[in-house]
């Protein structure tokens, strides 16, 4: 009988769909296989670190299944759309990617249709989807060795400070002035009112 | 007693060392305090989203308690270095911004001294340190009324394809390579070999 990180499927399942918000996604049973296949070939002990490349579903396996979070900077995300992530020693990069094939999901076309949104989404069988996943399990996987830069294992050291235009502490490596206020990438109206932050 | 999204203090902070990694990180505690006073400034019922402006630890504050995650992408992280969470409205926008709050901060120099990095490491008094916050709860956060940009709310069309070049599928709004063969973004040291995917 298949395991998923030593929780049978069905234990999988009921924590991935709690995890993801009360709803099973689909991508969060294959993620669930990914991180097994990838945990699998990663020696027994090994301080693993994560790249997930992409944000969807993919980070909330790795979430609930291993150590690594989004908060503890043990998981990264570079999303590059990609349902792929590589698990990695943390010290000597040494680690596996793990990828859903687009040649081995040929042999499972309700996979294929949904995954590369070849049928309108009310027109899916989100149960027969999910049979279908089940039943492929690790088949529509790849996995291979890979090595992670050295550049990349790094600590990257930030200052902290207090940026001078919002008057809020930061960390930053990129200078004096907060990347809020300097580049101006957050979307939020100007003009904020205060809340009431009284009890 | 102060509860943090219904949960005792002692019990959120149970969660948040087991979610983190098994360590109690400061950052954990006074991120909790920071849901807790965001959501009671959303009126009950409303459909909300989270920004985190950093990744550092409240991300996973803000997925214990609440049903956004990153894999369900109801909680994005646009890293700015600053110690915020804007919880908003998904249909609206109207939402509330908390932040650490650097002046108030100053009657708490134990809170102070970790987070502007004042005191090596070494020194500090982590037991002492969680006390401070424990203490300090809500009095060293500030909050603002914020209205999210229309732009920010709609969901983007992304394509879906399989690349020339990697023979991954991917989604992106940016073309028919994928962003990792066009931009080299991800940090792996070429030519990988397969890894053992049978059980």
Not at 10 to 33: D, N, S, T, W
Request: glycine residues 8%.
């Amino acid at each position: 009988m298949a395991t998923i990180c030593g929780l049978s499927i069905r234990e999988y399942c009921e924590k991935a769909e709690q995890f993801h918000g009360g709803h099973l996604a689909p991508g969060m049973v294959i993620a669930g296989f990914m991180v097994e296949l990838a945990r699998r070939n990663i020696p027994e002990g090994t301080l693993f670190e994560v790249i997930c490349e992409t944000a969807s579903c993919i980070p909330d396996a790795v979430q609930i299944l291993t150590p690594c979070t989004i908060g503890n900077q043990w998981m990264k995300i570079i999303d590059v759309g990609r349902y792929a992530m590589t698990f990695y020693d943390k010290y000597t990069g040494e680690g596996v990617r793990v990828n859903l094939d687009a040649e081995k999901m040929k042999d499972y076309p309700a996979i294929a249709e949904w995954h590369l949104k070849l049928k309108p989404k009310r027109e899916q069988d989100t149960e027969a989807l999910i049979s279908a996943i089940l039943e492929a399990g690790e088949d529509i996987l790849a996995a291979c060795r890979i090595q992670v830069t050295p550049e990349f294992l790094g600590k990257r050291q930030k200052t902290v400070g207090i940026c001078p235009v919002c008057k809020e502490s930061f960390r930053s490596s990129e200078g004096t002035i907060c990347p809020a206020c300097k580049n101006s990438v957050l979307p939020y109206v100007s003009a904020p009112a205060k809340a009431e932050s009284g009890r």
